[in-house]
C-alpha cells in the first residue's frame, strides 16, 4: 500500500516463498556502513529520497544533541529510541546470520555486538535521564557515548561484512561438495 507522503506498509504473503538472499543483505549492510542511499538501488520503482543514511546518522544525532545545550525545549527521545531499536533489530540479524551459519558463532561477532545493542539501551536510559534532570553533564556524556558507539559499531560492522563476503562461498563450495 502506498501513502502519498511516501509511507509504504509491506504485509507479508503468505503465499509466495521468501528465499534468504545474502547477497541482498550484503547490500544493505555496506550501504549502512558506507553511509551510502539504499533507495538508490531501488530508482526504478521509486524515486530516491534525500537525507543521511546509515552510520552518518550518528553525525546528525551528535548535531541534534549539541542543539540542546542551547535550545533544551527541543528534547525529543524519538531519535535515540529509533537507534536502539535499530541496534535490536541489527542484533537479530547478526544472530539469524550465525544460527544459519553464515557467521561462525565463535568468532564472537555477534556478542560483540550485543555490546552495541546495550550501548545504544543505555543512551536512550540517559536521555529519559536527561528530560527529567537537564544535567548538561549528562548530556555531555550523551554526546561522547554516541561518537565512541558510531566508532565502535562501525569497526564491528566491517568485520560481518568482511566475514560474509567470503562465507557465503564458503557454504556454496561446501553445499556443491557435499
Not at 503468505?14 to 530508482?43: C, H, K, M
Not at 546495550?118 to 529519559?128: E, G, S, V
Request: with cysteine.
Amino acid at each position: 500500500k502506498y501513502d502519498p507522503d511516501g509511507l509504504r506498509l509491506f504485509s507479508l504473503d503468505e503465499t509466495v516463498s521468501y528465499t534468504f538472499d545474502i547477497d541482498a543483505v550484503l547490500e544493505g549492510l555496506e550501504d549502512y556502513v558506507l553511509s551510502q542511499n539504499t533507495s538508490e538501488r531501488f530508482r526504478m520503482l521509486a524515486e530516491p529520497i534525500g537525507g543521511v543514511f546509515g552510520c552518518a546518522t550518528y553525525r546528525c544525532l551528535i548535531e541534534a544533541c549539541i542543539q540542546l545545550f542551547v535550545h533544551p525545549e527541543w528534547y525529543d527521545i524519538r531519535p535515540v529510541h529509533v537507534l536502539w531499536e535499530h541496534k535490536v533489530c541489527m542484533l537479530a540479524r547478526i544472530r539469524y546470520l550465525e544460527g544459519e551459519g553464515y557467521l561462525n558463532v565463535a568468532d564472537g561477532l555477534g556478542d560483540l555486538y550485543a555490546t552495541i545493542e546495550m550501548q545504544a539501551r543505555t543512551l536512550r536510559m540517559m536521555m529519559l535521564k536527561l528530560r527529567v534532570s537537564r544535567d548538561t553533564e549528562i548530556l555531555k556524556r550523551i554526546i561522547q557515548k554516541l561518537e565512541h558507539l558510531a566508532q565502535d559499531e562501525g569497526r564491528i560492522l566491517m568485520c560481518v561484512l568482511e566475514t560474509l563476503r567470503v562465507m557465503p562461498y564458503i557454504k556454496r563450495k561446501e553445499a556443491l561438495t557435499s
